[in-house]
């Protein structure tokens, strides 16, 4: 569709001369012609923000529904029973390495074969590439793939323009993480206070993050080994990428309402004697919920602690490998299942 914006400014006419129509308009980088368009068919067309398979989803295409229900049922006062958890940490070694890219997933459930996911997945970063130098003449197509390999391998912290590149302009990287954000393939992460809501009122877009969209694309990227993440106890030993921050935050992105653009929020501190960061902060109800993610079972909780004390926050979340459970105001859920800690329900 981005192909044809002429198309796109129809769009409305079907709404208006046609409503018993249902039309649905679809291309891999539609928000590039979109930004080109003076209009957009206000009141009459309704975008919906689409992302890959998420990890629920994921195993409901493996026919896993009993596994989901038990997931999608446990809190940390209702942890579930170690058989389930142990079989839900193996989905989900699985899934940081298919990702959620559909013609991925369908090819594993299909053949269960990593080497064609892999070249599954080279065939799409190599068609993104095509994409770009095509509907993004000004910035050349190398630049934005050297800034897009960045966001991989910085992974955890500020995202910092000089080690995208030493002798790249600032201006050519900042143009190319844009064209990287509006095409949906990077996040960004941006810090707030956090001082009350909405969340993206006190921020600083001089500190962000920024996290793959997929993360079978970003271990592809980083060509990291599959047995390493298949086999180890503790992703710390294989979390170059930070493929556990980048999975909670795209897990967050598909949690959210299909309606609505989503935002990802941080929360850093830099003081003297004093630097904390906090991975999310997330918006529950009325309720500011700081959400610090360990690839592992273990790790301090200073930063999630040093938030709650100084926002005056009632609990903090830590998502890591470990069970559903609770260390006093901290409750702890596993990284698999992030998503039932935005559950419109009270406290468990």
Not at 62 to 89: I, S, T, V, W, Y
Not at 186 to 195: D, G, L, S
Request: overall charge neutral; charged content about 25%.
């Amino acid at each position: 569709m981005q192909a044809c914006p002429a198309a796109i400014e129809k769009l409305r006419y079907f709404y208006e001369q046609e409503p018993d129509l249902h039309v649905i308009a679809a291309g891999s980088l539609l928000e590039f012609a979109l930004e080109e368009l003076p209009s957009f068919g206000v009141g009459r067309i309704r975008s919906v923000f689409m992302y890959p398979l998420s990890f629920e989803e994921f195993l409901g295409f493996q026919k896993m529904d009993a596994l989901c229900h038990e997931m999608n049922g446990a809190r940390p006062r209702r942890p579930l029973p170690e058989a389930f958890h142990k079989k839900l940490l193996e989905q989900l070694r699985i899934f940081l390495l298919t990702g959620g890219m559909p013609e991925v997933v369908s090819s594993w459930c299909r053949d269960h074969d990593f080497l064609r996911c892999r070249q599954i997945q080279n065939d799409l970063l190599i068609s993104y590439q095509d994409d770009f130098a095509k509907y993004r003449k000004r910035i050349p197509a190398s630049r934005i793939q050297e800034v897009f390999r960045s966001v991989a391998e910085q992974g955890q912290g500020k995202f910092v323009y000089k080690k995208a590149g030493p002798d790249i302009r600032s201006s050519q990287i900042k143009a190319a993480l844009e064209t990287l954000v509006l095409a949906g393939l990077v996040y960004p992460v941006t810090h707030t206070a956090a001082n009350g809501i909405p969340l993206g009122a006190e921020i600083r877009e001089d500190y962000r993050r920024m996290i793959c969209f997929d993360t079978g694309l970003l271990q592809r990227q980083l060509n990291l080994r599959a047995e390493d993440i298949l086999v180890s106890d503790d992703l710390d030993v294989i979390n170059k990428g930070a493929v556990a921050e980048s999975f909670i935050g795209t897990e967050l992105m598909k949690a959210a309402p299909v309606y609505e653009k989503s935002e990802l929020y941080c929360w850093h501190r830099e003081e003297a004697g004093s630097n904390a960061e906090v991975d999310y902060v997330i918006q529950k109800g009325n309720e500011i919920i700081p959400v610090e993610v360990k690839a592992s079972k273990k790790g301090s909780m200073q930063s999630l602690r040093q938030f709650l004390a100084l926002k005056k926050r009632p609990y903090g979340i830590r998502t890591s490998l470990e069970n559903f459970c609770e260390y006093g105001d901290i409750q702890v859920y596993p990284l698999y299942a992030i998503k039932n800690a935005l559950a419109p329900e009270a406290r468990p």
